[in-house]
Every structure is written in C-alpha cells, then in structure tokens.
C-alpha cells in the first residue's frame, strides 16, 4: 500500500513536472519575444520569432524519448550486432554467419513463417466472418463483446487459460484438460499436446488467433458498415445473391481495411513472445525468433552481440510494412 | 443483408454465431469455473462436471491404539472416514489391492481377526477381542460420491502464499503512472504536428508512422545498457520503477502522438481560427479549447495503454527484474507456470485475479476502446 502510495505522489509530481515545464516555457518564450504591449514591427518580428520556436517547446519531450527510447536503439541494436558478446569487440557479419548456420535460429526462423502464414490469415477470416454474421441478427452486439473479450487478457494469462485445455493426463486417468477430454469422449488416445514437435506450434498459435479476431472483428465490422447502401441495393436489385453481395460487393470495396488489419496482425506475431516463453520456452521445436533473443538477451551472462543481431532480423521484417504505413500516412495527409 | 432476411439461413447464421461465441467464451469460463472449485475435484475432474456429484477414491488412517476405548469387554475404535464433509460412501476396504471390496454398511474381517464396519454416512468402527497396540491406526480405503462443492480457498491461498497481493501492487504501480505520463507529452506533440505551421512537420509524422511498428526487441539491449551504465554513473540501481515508466513512456508515445494528432486535426478549424482572432495564444488554445474537445481520443488511448502496460511481460521483466518483490503479475503468473506447473487450483486462481483489472476495464470503456482501435487502424490506412 504503501508503495502504491509512493506511485501516485511519483506520478503527481510527473505529471506535475510535464505541466510546469510547458507552462514555464511557453510564458519564458512569451517574455523573451514579447508581442502584447509592443507596437508595429518589433511586435510582429516578435511574434514570429516566438511562433517558430513555439512547436519545438511543444514537440520537445515527446521527440526527445522518442529518440532515446526508439530511434538511438535502432542505431545501436545495428551497431551491437556487428560486435561480441560483450558489445566491445568488432566482429564483422560473424552474428549473421553464426544464426545462418545455428539450428535453433533456424527451428525458429521456419516457426516464424508458420505463425506469419497461419495467425493473420485466421484471424481476419474468422474477423470477417464474424462481422459479417453479426451485423445480421439482434443480438449481433452482444455476441461481438463476448468476441472482443480476450483482446483485454494478457498473454500470459491466456497462456494459463489454454494450458489448461491443453492440459493431459495418462491414458486411463480423468482428463481434466477440455481437448483430451473430448478426444478420449471420442476414443482416441489422449495427447500432450504442446510437446508433439511441429504440430505445438498450431496449438500456441490458437492463443494468438483466440485474442486477435476481435480486434479484426471490431475494425472490418466498422467498414463493413461504412460500404454504401446504394451499392448493395444495386447488386440486390440485379439478382446477386447473399454469396455474391458479400464477394463481389462487399470484400473489394474493403480491401483495404482489409489490408490493415492484416499487416497489424503480421506484426503483432513477429514479436510473439509471452505466448511461447509461458507455454513450452521454445522447447519441443516451438522455439520462435523473439523468445530467442530473449533468451540471448540472458543466456550465459547475455551474449548481446546475438541477441541485437536477432533483434535485427526480426526489424530487418517489419521495414517493408513500416514503409507502405508511411507512405499511406504521406499521402493521406498530402490528399 | 436485405436478401437473407425472414429465409431458413438466418437460422443457420444464428446458430454458427452462437457456436462462435461458445468457443470463443468457453477458455475463460473453464478458468473461472475451476478456480472457485475445491482444489480435490479439481485435480481430478474436468471443470464441465463441476455441478455433478464426482466420486472419489479416499484413503483415510484411523486412530492408533491409544484411541481406542473399552465397551462391553471389547476394544473399539471409531470415527468418521470423510471427516465431516458430506459425501456419502458407496463401498469400502482395507487393502489397496481392494479398495472397494465391501458394500457400506457391511463388516469385514481385518487381517488380525478385528471386525471393521464403515456406514454410509462415513463413520466406522473397528471392534476386536484383543487390546489395539502401536500407534499407526488401520488403513481405510473408501469409495466415496462427493457433492460438487464451490469456494474461495484458491484465491485466499495464492493472494497470502503465492505472492499475487505483492505483484497486484507491482503492476499498479508501474501500470498507473505509465497510462498518464505519456497522455501529457503527447498531446502537446500531437497539437503541434496537427494545427502548427513548421518546417518539417511532413518528416515528424512520417517518423511517428514508421516508429509506430519498431518493434520492441530493438531497444532491448541498447536501454539495458544504457540504463546499467546511467545506474553505475548516478549509483542508483538500473532497475527502478521510474526507469520502467519512462521505458512505458517511450514505447506508447508513438501511437498516442499518432491517434491524438489524428484526432485532433479532424476538429472543425473554425473553432481555432476565432478564438485566435480573439486573441489566444497556442498555449490558451491547447489548454483550454482542444484539450477537452479531445477527451474521446485521450480516454481511448488511456485505456490502450494502461491495458499494455498491465498485461506486459517483456518490458518488466528486462527493466523490473525478477525478483519476488518486484514481479508484475504476468511475471508471477510466468514464475508459476514453472514452479506450480501441476497445481491448477494456484494457477487458475492466480490467472483470473491477473485478468480481472483489464476486464473490468474492458467491459467498463468499450466504447472508447473500439473508437481508439477505428481510428488507429482504419484511418491510418
């Protein structure tokens, strides 16, 4: 308790700190360049002067953390991945020779393609279908909410939540697990799942897909709705059936929504980690490339070296999305 | 939408909803059902039959000799089997190889010629002509129909023993903080890309969209070191809560630049134009015009950020530690895994009290929620 009281006096006199140090710097700016009270051109010479510096006096502190949080990291993560262990010593591509030739990175490389193929797709389908379908009955909301609902959990505690499914008995014991207890209902033999090699990976990327159809949910059922009425009335006028109005109507005038959620998903699962590192640590062949540099990150007394040369792979795929984001955004605001 | 209205496939289409909505719902519930059962059942049951009556094989060791007491020239033992729960046993023996050899309410003979009887209700009686001797009592096993029974002993276990209390304070601590610090910085950024005139302003938004995607294994070791060498130089530990609220900061930043600039160049321009005629300064503008006019956009990002602060593990664990104090809940939810990887009455416990905040929240500001996700993700496009 009393900690968390410490939190909140902390948390005032930060919030307190931002305040007074816009406050203080706007009214410093205001008494430097004055331009109430003056007359004529030294006014207006004032006036923009202070207008010029205003936004940097604004933009400031974001830029700042920024920089030391996001953007010299990028620099130094590059940096770091050319050198040892212990980040002194230059080594060249050695980082990259090593990870070409090391079998876990490779284990983990495959499972990352796995979750890349697999997670976005599920997910935006079953999104989709579920918008679909919900936008058609009465209790549509409802339903969404509960949909939704994971998107709130953490994944650790969705890793709980599905290791308990998961969970296996010997045959011949209750199964307290939900899926062994419906595989044997059926007659087969029970299984631990999450240690059957290549096939655990499905069963963590349940997990992924499990939280992430409500986001896809929520964003194709907004542009679902956002599709004119015209459009439709049109397709239903000429004879097009429900199959029809929702391929040929509906699907190409939200491709592009489409398109959103797709990429937000890609990157959300290359840097999966939580799921991996509470349900199996990458053992079983589950190993993916996040969890890995992680385990770099500390591995041995941490081999930084490594672990910034992984980082760098998984950066190395997130520049074509980030580069089609900012070129949407420019256009946006250019248009 | 207007086709299928009335025909037998709105049926079909309320029905596949309901089969979603089932699987979808299903996991959490199984968690919540099984954290509020007696752990016993639990370890042995599935959670679906959490309102049947399960049957349990006990074992139970009566009283040694020094209980027994003399009635009518024979030495008995008695007692009660199921120690006054109220469970009903079907059959009973004296012997693992047959746990179940008599009925209730029947008597066996043991081994050195005593007579035992063990009554449906659970109590028993061992009678003999001979004097009981040592002080191990008879081994009873019984097979015995338990009703379903539903308790909060779970959550009282693992909030005194498992250390939850400690974390739950540990994640408010660093989840707070780390939601309104960055709201502050942001919004006077995201004013400035939005309604100020600047050389550059084009690059700042461009570098806000790229940075929104970095991901977040890049800073890792950088800030590590970076936070290890500014500790030793200050000599100040490297892992403090103010280290991981500016790490909460930084992260966040872009997106909340991102949704608030977003929000607030969408305000109608004439609101700021006369006020500027008025004599406002940007300063009397932000403050007192966009601010609250933005409280939809801020709400959204709020509870983005408390509800990724709260349900991180990375950052907390590479910039808090993992000692027990300072472990956030998912971090003790990860440590227990490990180390209670079979004890579920802890684990589900543990889990529902880890998920309980973001679902208060969740189901409390929806509304906010679903508006930030649309306008992140559907206007960015």
Redesign the interface.
């Known amino acids: ?1 009393q ?2 009281f ?3 006096v ?2 005032a006199a ?2 307190l700190a ?2 007074a140090y ?2 203080v710097s ?1 009214w410093l700016l ?1 008494q430097i360049f004055p331009s109430r009270g003056r007359v004529g051109a030294e006014a207006s010479r004032n006036m923009r002067i202070a ?2 510096i ?3 006096l ?2 400031g ?3 700042t ?2 920089a ?7 620099i ?2 590059v940096w ?1 991945s050319l050198h040892d262990r212990t ?1 002194q010593t230059f080594v060249g591509l050695a980082n990259f020779n090593w990870m070409i030739h090391d079998g876990e990175f490779r284990q983990s490389i495959f499972n990352n393609f796995l979750w890349l193929l697999v997670v976005p797709a599920l997910a935006t389908f ?1 999104g989709l ?2 918008a679909a ?5 009465w209790w ?1 909301n409802i ?1 969404k ?13 969705a ?7 998961y ?1 296996y008995r010997a045959e011949g014991r ?5 899926l062994n ?1 419906i595989v044997t209902a059926f007659g087969g033999a029970p299984q631990a799942w999450i240690t059957l090699p290549f096939w655990n990976n499905f069963f963590l990327m349940v997990i992924l897909i ?1 939280i992430q ?1 409500g ?1 896809a949910m ?2 194709l059922s ?2 679902l709705r956002g599709i004119p009425e015209e459009t ?2 049109a397709a ?1 006028i000429d004879g097009a ?2 199959w029809q ?1 929702f391929f040929k109507i509906m699907i190409p005038q939200i491709w ?2 489409i ?3 797709w990429t ?1 998903i890609t ?1 959300l699962v ?2 999966v ?2 799921i991996v ?2 349900m199996t640590n990458g053992q079983w062949q589950s190993q993916v ?2 969890n890995l ?2 385990d770099w ?1 500390f591995r041995g007394g941490g081999d ?1 070296g490594r ?2 040369a ?3 792979v ?2 190395v795929l ?1 520049v074509p ?2 580069i089609w ?2 070129r ?3 256009r ?2 250019k248009g | 939408m207007l086709a299928t209205k009335r025909s037998p496939l709105v049926w079909v289409v309320h029905l596949s909803v309901l089969l979603l909505v089932v699987l979808w719902t299903l996991p959490t519930a199984g968690l919540l059902i099984s954290s509020l059962r007696d752990k016993d059942q639990l370890a042995v049951s599935g959670w679906w039959t959490a309102l049947s009556t399960s049957t349990q094989n006990l074992v139970y060791r009566a009283p040694g000799a020094e209980a027994q007491t003399q009635k009518d020239g024979k030495f008995v033992i008695s007692g009660n089997v199921l120690e006054g729960s109220n469970a009903k046993v079907s059959a009973f023996g004296f012997s693992s190889r047959e746990p179940a050899a008599f009925p209730a309410g029947q008597t066996a003979t043991l081994g050195d010629g005593g007579q035992l009887t063990v009554r449906d209700d659970g109590s028993f009686d061992i009678v003999s002509d001979k004097s009981f001797e040592g002080g191990r009592g008879q081994r009873i096993f019984v097979t015995a129909s338990v009703p379903p029974r539903f308790t909060l002993d779970n959550y009282r276990e693992v909030l005194k023993a498992a250390g939850i209390g400690t974390s739950f304070i540990n994640s408010l601590t660093v989840a707070i903080p780390a939601t309104i610090i960055p709201i502050l910085i942001a919004a006077f950024a995201a004013y400035a890309l939005a309604w100020m005139q600047f050389p550059g302003r084009a690059v700042l938004v461009a570098v806000v969209v790229g940075l929104l995607v970095v991901p977040l294994q890049m800073s890792l070791i950088p800030l590590l070191r970076l936070y290890n060498s500014v500790g030793g130089m200050l000599g100040v530990p490297a892992k403090t809560y103010a280290g991981i609220w500016l790490a909460h900061t930084g992260f966040g930043l872009p997106l909340a630049i991102y949704l608030l600039r977003n929000y607030m160049a969408g305000l109608p321009k004439e609101i700021m134009e006369s006020a500027r005629v008025d004599g406002a300064s940007d300063f009397e503008i932000f403050v007192k015009i966009i601010l609250p006019l933005s409280f939809p956009a801020l709400a959204s990002f709020a509870i983005f950020q408390f509800l990724w602060t709260w349900n991180d593990l990375l950052v907390a664990m590479v910039f808090l530690g993992a000692g027990d104090q300072e472990l956030v809940l998912t971090g003790r939810l990860v440590n227990l895994l490990g180390s209670r990887g079979g004890n579920w009455e802890i684990l589900t416990a543990s889990a529902f009290i880890t998920i309980i905040v973001p679902l208060l929240v969740f189901f409390g500001l929806q509304r906010y929620l679903v508006r930030g996700l649309l306008a992140g993700s559907v206007k960015g496009g």
């Open positions: 308790m900690q968390l410490m939190a909140i902390t948390m930060g919030v931002c305040a816009f406050f706007n205001d207008n010029q205003r936004p940097w604004f933009l502190p974001a830029f953390l920024l030391i949080y996001l953007i010299y990291p990028v130094e993560s770091l980040g079953f279908v579920i379908l919900t936008d058609r009955i549509g339903a909410t509960l949909i939704f609902m994971p998107m709130a959990i953490s994944f650790v505690g890793s709980v939540i599905w290791k308990f499914i969970d209750d199964q307290i697990g939900l207890a499990w159809t986001f929520v964003i907004a542009a439709i009335e239903v059936n429900g109005i592009g929504t398109a959103v959620v937000t990157i290359l840097k980690f939580d590192l509470a490339l996040a540099m992680f990150m930084f672990g910034a992984i980082a760098v998984i950066m997130v999305i980030m984001n900012i949407n955004a420019t946006e605001m």
